[in-house]
């Protein structure tokens, strides 16, 4: 039996081919990126006159200047992970709460809700889009606001923000969700023990539901935090093709318009640093509260 | 006997009834839209039921006009080759790093999940040096959505397949089975659930693509989202087929969740909680 489960032969068999494939398609390619970062630019383009010139383009990237775009645009996906941080979750979890707690029509709001989810981003960026374009002028001007000069994408100091709302709208049902799904796991008796105790409403939701769903709480704020140092579809349909206002548009613009190879390599690996850094700080954060309920209380 | 709703429900139901309207209003814009002429979308009547429900948009992005029919097959076909990729190789080798064992199949199954860290971006130059050749054919689109949703899958499955009693392989083992017969005809069916959750949270990452898509494909093999974001350019006095064109794309996932919307929850949640 253990000579059967330890075969060397079939255990290539059934995971050689998958390690290889991946590694090519996925972990070769990551390191290709890192080596041409730190070329001047690649040999496929400029042949011989390629070099070695290590930090210089992530240098260039950080050095402020009117023509450089890529700290600005680090600030804004910062922007974005804030709105996400501070409005996307706090509402998502209000509704999750509410909806613990079991109002009328509960599983029919909650299967609702989550609708936009599924959706593809394209299709509810195409969507908004027609939206900024025909209906929300038209409400403005019935309640008598002022609509925007050159419509709502069209003002470059504030394009991003309304670029920015389709996929905080999309993704509120996810967040939601997963913050139902770890609300409905506490028990019941602690829910009623603190009902009796006279505890309801807010002081329930901070002092007994929030607290005891924080691993949950981890997943939402990493999702929301990756998701915005990523954030791609939704202002790249929006948005029009030359917009560089975001790291991945900046990497998508320099790398397949601008041709610069070696200088988009090194935003895209920034952007997976940015990733993995915040991954570690959020565990770093989280770290007592990761299935060590008593750790807590044993300091106090 | 109805209970009465208290002051405090009735509010929680208003509160709800607003996000609910915020949730379904632009799809009910996008139904609508689809069978409004361009004046109307624009004209008075952009918000109300269709004056004339101009069925014809449908049938013009489908075939004539637009290419969806052929956008929405291409979709298909790299959807379910990618399915049956992920499946075959997440079992195998969730199989033989979780079931079988041997050294250093942590460590292999770490360098795998390792793999979800790190977003498409961070390949995508090098990934274009080795598709560009392929980009005539489905390959090229195939090749990496199996590759990068492979840890995700394996993830899925692990969950699952340690929770399989060994005395299954032992019973095999007694009988005469070999190893891949055991795996294949007696622990693969117990794992048919799992399998359809991973290939749930797969369909909808794939399905949805849009970055690699509009890299790796030309015309005859484009798919649904590259191919509805070209409309919206091509078709900028046409905004009736552009809303069919967008209904039609969303359709198959609509109708996905509608049929099965507790399995598409548990698998986005399972995908979600992968940290």
Not at chain 1, 266 to 283: G, H, R
Not at chain 2, 12 to 26: D, E, N, R, S, Y
Not at chain 2, 86 to 108: D, I, P
């Amino acid at each position: 039996m253990k000579r059967v489960l330890s075969n060397k032969w079939s255990i290539m068999v059934f995971v050689l081919p998958t390690v290889l494939f991946f590694t090519y398609i996925v972990i070769f390619p990551i390191f290709k990126t890192l080596w041409y970062s730190l070329l001047n630019e690649i040999p496929a383009k400029v042949g011989d006159a390629s070099h070695f010139t290590g930090l210089t383009h992530y240098i260039t990237m950080f050095t402020p200047g009117r023509r450089n775009p890529f700290p600005g645009a680090v600030v804004n996906s910062l922007l974005y992970a804030a709105l996400s941080i501070f409005v996307q979750l706090p509402f998502s979890m209000f509704i999750a709460l509410l909806l613990a707690d079991g109002p009328r029509g509960e599983s029919f709001y909650r299967n609702t809700f989550f609708i936009p989810v599924v959706i593809s981003s394209v299709v509810v960026s195409l969507l908004w889009g027609r939206i900024y374009k025909g209906l929300l002028p038209q409400l403005f001007e019935a309640m008598n606001w002022q609509v925007p000069k050159n419509g709502f994408l069209g003002n470059a100091n504030t394009k991003i923000w309304f670029s920015f709302i389709p996929s905080l709208w999309q993704y509120v049902g996810y967040h939601m969700l997963l913050m139902y799904g770890a609300l409905k796991t506490i028990p019941e008796d602690i829910i009623e023990a603190a009902t009796v105790d006279g505890a309801s409403g807010a002081k329930l939701a901070f002092r007994i539901q929030i607290p005891m769903i924080k691993p949950m709480l981890k997943v939402c704020l990493s999702f929301s935090l990756i998701g915005s140092f990523k954030l791609f579809d939704t202002p790249w349909v929006l948005l029009e093709r030359s917009n560089m206002d975001l790291p991945a548009l900046s990497m998508y613009v320099e790398m397949f318009s601008n041709h610069k190879y070696s200088y988009a390599s090194a935003q895209a690996i920034f952007i997976v640093a940015e990733c993995l850094v915040f991954t570690a700080l959020l565990n770093w954060v989280f770290r007592e509260s990761d299935g060590k309920p008593g750790k807590e209380l044993a300091r106090k | 006997m109805k209970r009465k709703m208290t002051l405090g429900q009735i509010l929680i139901q208003l509160f709800l009834l607003v996000w609910l309207f915020f949730c379904l209003f632009p799809l009910y814009w996008m139904f609508t839209m689809s069978l409004k002429d361009t004046q109307e979308i624009f004209g008075p009547n952009s918000v109300g039921l269709p004056t004339k429900w101009l069925w014809s948009n449908y049938a013009n992005a489908w075939g004539s006009g637009g290419r969806v029919s052929n956008y929405m097959l291409n979709s298909v076909i790299d959807t379910f080759v990618t399915l049956i990729g992920t499946s075959l190789l997440g079992y195998m080798s969730a199989y033989g790093l979780l079931r079988m064992r041997w050294k250093g199949q942590n460590a292999v199954f770490t360098y795998i999940l390792m793999g979800m860290m790190i977003p498409m971006h961070a390949a995508l130059y090098p990934l274009t040096e080795i598709l560009l050749t392929l980009t005539k054919t489905h390959w090229a689109l195939i090749i990496p959505y199996v590759a990068f949703n492979i840890p995700i899958t394996i993830l899925i499955l692990s969950g699952f397949i340690t929770n399989i009693p060994y005395e299954m392989e032992e019973a095999a083992c007694i009988d005469g089975s070999g190893i891949y017969r055991t795996a294949f005809t007696i622990i693969l069916p117990m794992m048919v659930p799992a399998l359809i959750t991973a290939a749930i949270f797969v369909f909808l990452q794939v399905w949805n693509e849009l970055l690699l898509a509009s890299l790796f494909t030309t015309d005859t093999v484009r798919t649904l989202t590259v191919g509805i974001k070209q409309m919206s350019g091509q078709y900028q006095t046409d905004y009736g087929s552009m809303g069919a064109g967008l209904v039609i794309a969303t359709l198959p996932t609509l109708i996905l969740y509608m049929c099965m919307s507790g399995q598409v929850q548990k698998s986005l949640v399972a995908g979600a909680v992968k940290g």
